[in-house]
């Protein structure tokens, strides 16, 4: 009498045929891949399909569909997975564009025995037109070779995002950035001239942008600088709340005790001095060894220098429309500077508009003098002290500035 099999050997001898069935599947499956990837409006990127073959897949046939109101597929090409191009022939309209549909198609086949060095079957060239999504949908494939099953070829769509061009900032000549959108801030860098920085936000008053620095820093840099230029859509900028700065306080050096000294009858005790106000209009950088003119312009006479890294208190700018600034001396003197050699990160446009022809007392604002102490005296609740100009006669033989 036959024995018949146990229910369970027979369910474990059907899993392992699934199992084996569903491995060998697999190993024979064949796959083309398109990216995903987020582009900019009005750019233009190559995209590249990639296969995945067990063998060698030796010809392709592939027709894709978008969003023509979202993108445009400019070329196509075929990729190196079929070899070199000399082993490579296209059919008749083997690359074909239909724009109107938003279709694509591309077809080719190989003569080599063996792919290439790469898995690119093809490559297109696409540029964004409107922000939005479109889909690159794989509609038609077909992948033939020696051990292909066309039941086993499967595509991956990809998906491309267009968005709008983030706004851009751009300084024409060397410009400080800082750490909060005021001049209270510290310093963080210079930014280089003609180099793009991407603007994130903006001020609640309107005067300051902030933007992205390289490694994702950020920082500020005042809006109203002549030397600023942006390009973008400024209006839908975020607005960014920034605490205000509270200055920084020096420690106080702890007091030595004094020796025991007989007063004398003549003796008196140092006056106090006040320290000076903060100036109304802030100051100049020099970015070069600078000439301190006696007008606005290069055929006034040299009546001093501002070194490299220096501030100097400004008073006005030239009514002439030269751009001139007038600074002042510690000693009281006045002169003129060139906004080419000097940086400003304030508004030019609420400076006193002064005629360097007529340098009367009545039109230039009054600061009180400043003192060589007062000169080394701390600003905007730093410690750094403020040089000296150094009056000259005659221009410095090698000066950068003019």
Not at 288 to 307: C, E, H, K, Y
Request: net charge negative.
């Amino acid at each position: 009498m036959q024995r018949s099999a146990h229910p369970l050997m027979i369910l474990f001898l059907c899993m392992t045929a699934l199992v084996v069935t569903i491995w060998v599947n697999a190993q024979a499956a064949v796959t083309v891949s398109l990216p995903d990837r987020t582009i900019l409006q009005g750019e233009t990127v190559i995209l590249e399909g990639r296969i995945i073959c067990p063998e060698f897949c030796s010809a392709f046939d592939i027709t894709l569909q978008y969003d023509r109101s979202v993108l445009r597929v400019e070329n196509a090409a075929v990729g190196g997975y079929l070899g070199a191009p000399e082993m490579v022939t296209l059919p008749a309209n083997g690359i074909l564009f239909d724009f109107a549909s938003g279709l694509v198609r591309i077809a080719a086949s190989s003569s080599a025995d063996s792919p290439g060095e790469t898995d690119v079957l093809f490559l297109l060239v696409v540029t964004g037109l409107s922000p939005g999504v479109s889909p690159l949908r794989i509609i038609n494939l077909q992948v033939n070779g020696a051990a292909v099953d066309q039941t086993q070829v499967f595509g991956n769509d990809g998906l491309i995002t267009v968005r709008t061009p983030p706004p851009l900032l751009r300084v024409t000549r060397a410009l400080e950035v800082r750490s909060g959108p005021s001049t209270l801030f510290e310093p963080l860098a210079v930014l280089p001239p003609d180099t793009p920085f991407e603007i994130i936000g903006i001020s609640a008053d309107g005067a300051w942008f902030q933007i992205t620095l390289a490694e994702g820093a950020q920082g500020w840099v005042a809006a109203g600088s002549p030397f600023v230029e942006t390009s973008g859509d400024l209006e839908r900028l975020p607005f960014v709340t920034t605490p205000t700065p509270s200055p920084s306080r020096t420690p106080r050096p702890s007091r030595t005790p004094r020796p025991t000294v007989t007063p004398t009858p003549s003796q008196t005790e140092p006056p106090t001095l006040t320290p000076t106000p903060e100036p109304p209009f802030g100051f100049v950088v020099s970015t070069a060894n600078a000439n301190v003119r006696s007008g606005d312009g290069q055929n006034f006479s040299v009546i001093g220098t501002l070194p490299t890294g220096s501030r100097a208190v400004v008073l006005g700018i030239s009514s002439r429309g030269t751009g001139w600034f007038l600074i002042q001396f510690a000693d009281g003197r006045l002169g003129w500077i060139s906004p080419t050699v000097v940086t400003y990160d304030r508004d030019t446009s609420a400076l006193p508009q002064i005629n360097p022809l007529d340098l009367s007392a009545s039109i230039i604002p009054t600061l009180p003098l400043l003192t060589e102490t007062e000169v080394t005296a701390t600003v905007e609740g730093t410690s750094a002290p403020l040089p000296t100009l150094e009056p000259s006669a005659t221009a410095t033989e090698g000066l950068e500035g003019v």
